[in-house]
């Protein structure tokens, strides 16, 4: 399958799910946001802000004086984005992937990035992109996935389907923290921390933690590209949940690493490299 066809499947999907799939992520990017503190009045660029939930939580913090641009491939999932957004003038969208775009240049406060980085495929140009649309110091903060292992999330509903070793590992890219800050570090950027936050996340119950699975994420991916799979993975992973349901609402565990990070201006970048060189 092509990547466009593969992307165009992926984007569907999101639109069908946006709404349990952000009740799901949306504690996790919460934490990101808190780590990232963005105040009244400042403007904060969200990348691969995907449906818009995290925009509208972005604009409730800078308030009516702030500014929020988000960025992503996805037209079908801006479209839900920009609905969503109807009400704010303070909040655009850039359609494009971040990796490239063009953005403007020192214009931002803040960047921001709910599970929006891990699919680079080039990061370090990537992360330099995004710098040079901060101001001098900005900030940065994001969230991303562990490792597969240490996702019950993505790694229960695969191993209940039986297709653990099928599946894809790009969002679990910087399941090393070395390499989160190597990448970094490249791009330009300094101060940089990187914390694991886990947290047990659901979708709302049992109807809507499967269907959030069998269409988005590792499984959903392999379940998309080869539907005939389907008839035997839904109640497979029906049964898994079914297992770990207790009184409360359904969740699994989530385990993610918060990241912060400060832009150097490209003076200082290129000091830093000269430093790196000579030693």
């Not at 990547?3 to 999907?13: H, I, P, T």
């Not at 490792?147 to 019950?152: C, H, T």
């Not at 894809?168 to 390499?179: G, K, N």
């Amino acid at each position: 399958m092509s990547d466009a066809n593969a992307r165009s499947l992926a984007e569907q999907a999101w639109a069908v799910v946006c709404e349990p799939l952000d009740r799901q992520l949306s504690p996790l990017g919460l934490q990101a946001m808190a780590a990232l503190a963005p105040t009244p009045g400042e403007r904060i660029l969200d990348i691969g802000c995907g449906a818009g939930q995290t925009l509208i939580q972005l604009v409730e913090a800078v308030g009516p004086g702030g500014e929020v641009v988000g960025v992503d491939i996805a037209p079908l999932l801006l479209k839900i984005a920009r609905e969503r957004a109807m009400g704010h003038a303070n909040v655009s969208l850039i359609e494009g992937d971040a990796q490239t775009t063009a953005l403007p240049a020192g214009r931002f406060d803040a960047i921001f990035s709910r599970f929006g980085v891990m699919a680079f495929t080039d990061p370090i140009p990537a992360f330099r992109n995004l710098r040079r649309a901060l101001k001098r110091n900005g900030r940065l903060a994001f969230v991303c996935w562990r490792g597969l292992a240490e996702n019950e999330l993505d790694l229960a509903p695969l191993r209940a389907a039986g297709l653990e070793g099928a599946a894809d590992m790009t969002p679990f890219s910087f399941e090393d923290p070395d390499r989160i800050r190597h990448v970094l570090q490249g791009a330009g950027f300094h101060e940089i921390a990187v914390e694991p936050y886990d947290q047990q996340v659901g979708s709302g119950g049992l109807e809507a933690m499967l269907s959030v699975l069998l269409a988005v994420g590792p499984l959903g991916r392999i379940l998309r590209e080869t539907p005939s799979l389907l008839a035997d993975a839904e109640p497979a992973v029906r049964r898994a949940l079914v297992s770990r349901e207790g009184l409360g609402e359904l969740t699994l565990k989530a385990a993610t690493w918060i990241v912060t990070a400060r832009a150097r201006s490209d003076q200082a970048q290129r000091m830093a490299e000269t430093r790196r060189l000579s030693s």
